[in-house]
């Protein structure tokens, strides 16, 4: 199915929601198939994005276009230029060990609050987010598991009962979506990375502040055959043949 087409089927998908939802679904829709487009290489680091061809190309308006290049822009994908345009960016290696090393920390201080704050209805909504990823896994979709996911460390972040964390932790697990999207394409992750939340749910149900800690920060801190892994996806993902 062509990008396209997807766009637009997105639109059509949702037309029992209200405009203000189906709006919302098409600006993240375009994201998400903008944010691939730029993981998989189809538009390489320093490319200039113009609107106009992207409308073309996805068949949107400048609105949703717009509003999507101005998310990718908060997270770090795209890099708005005054009076040149919006281009393409990509984290260094260093730059992105670096936020990899403060996510790690930030998760393992919302496992630890989570651990001795989470509410019998949190800890619930963690295990139906818990379960979701299982479905994805068992149903082989990267993709979606990648969504599940994230879900299910927003629910950590808001069972911290720390706004502050969660906002911190929230606005940097953006900036990183696109990689940790990446990452769950390295071959057996995904069930790897299952097996990781179950250690962190059993650690919270059972109000183990210092175990929950560590599993968020072994779950997320990238080193190892985890690190040469991701590094080869990324060269793999912006070289020119790739």
Do not use: W
Request: charged fraction near 25%; hydrophobic fraction near 40%; aromatic fraction near 6%.
């Amino acid at each position: 199915i062509s990008a396209q087409h997807q766009c637009s089927a997105s639109v059509l998908s949702i037309s029992t929601r209200t405009p203000q939802m189906i709006k919302m679904s098409h600006t993240q829709r375009l994201r998400d198939l903008l944010e691939d487009a730029i993981v998989e290489g189809r538009f390489p680091p320093g490319t200039k994005l113009d609107p106009e061809a992207l409308g073309r190309e996805y068949q949107c308006s400048r609105t949703p276009i717009r509003e999507a290049l101005q998310q990718l822009a908060a997270s770090g994908m795209v890099k708005v230029v005054p009076k040149r345009g919006t281009f393409v960016t990509q984290l260094g290696v260093s730059e992105l060990v670096e936020r990899f090393e403060v996510m790690a920390e930030l998760e393992a201080m919302c496992g630890r609050l989570a651990a001795r704050r989470i509410t019998t209805q949190e800890l619930s909504e963690l295990k139906d987010a818990h379960a979701a990823c299982r479905e994805r896994l068992e149903a082989d979709d990267a993709n979606g598991y990648y969504y599940e996911n994230g879900l299910f460390h927003h629910c950590l972040y808001r069972a911290s009962h720390n706004a502050f964390l969660t906002e911190e932790a929230t606005r940097l697990h953006a900036i990183l979506k696109p990689y940790r999207r990446l990452q769950l394409h390295v071959r057996h992750r995904m069930h790897s990375s299952y097996a990781e939340h179950e250690a962190i749910v059993a650690a919270i149900e059972a109000g183990d502040a210092a175990a929950a800690e560590q599993a968020l920060k072994d779950h997320v801190h990238i080193q190892g055959e985890r690190f040469t892994d991701l590094v080869a996806n990324i060269e793999l993902a912006y070289s020119p043949t790739g």
